[in-house]
């Protein structure tokens, strides 16, 4: 069965850090293009960001230089980590995986930056 289950969410003051977790199972993440989207209330779901099955990386411009995206196909496991967050990162954040004819979507995980 294929699964992609978000974790690491939560309230974290503007400046803080979070590290989100995305753990798999059902495929191996190392053959798939892994990314993470994120979603605010009254606003489409964006991308935040990706990462190739050969390990090239993307990032939303919003983004760019203060979040970081990796795996470990040891774990089977992708991460976001986030740094220097803004109030403007307060979404549900969603890890994806896709390749030619499948896309797999997790729950997602609240993140709230916030005083």
Do not use: H
């Not at 003051?13 to 009254?42: H, I, K």
């Not at 964006?46 to 990032?59: D, I, K, M, P, R």
């Not at 196909?73 to 992708?78: A, E, G, I, R, S």
């Not at 109030?87 to 896709?98: F, H, I, K, Q, W």
Request: net charge positive.
């Amino acid at each position: 069965q294929v699964q992609l289950v978000e974790s690491g969410g939560g309230l974290v003051q503007p400046g803080g850090s979070l590290r989100l977790s995305c753990a798999a199972s059902g495929f191996t993440v190392s053959s798939y293009a892994m990314s993470w989207y994120r979603q605010a209330p009254g606003k489409e779901r964006e991308l935040v960001a990706a990462t190739s099955a050969g390990g090239t990386t993307n990032y939303a411009d919003s983004v760019k230089g203060r979040f970081t995206i990796s795996r470990d196909n040891v774990k089977n496991t992708v991460y976001l980590q986030m740094n220097s967050l803004k109030p403007e990162d307060t979404a549900v954040y969603y890890c994806r995986a896709g390749r030619v004819l499948r896309v797999y979507w997790g729950q997602g995980t609240q993140v709230t930056v916030s005083s």
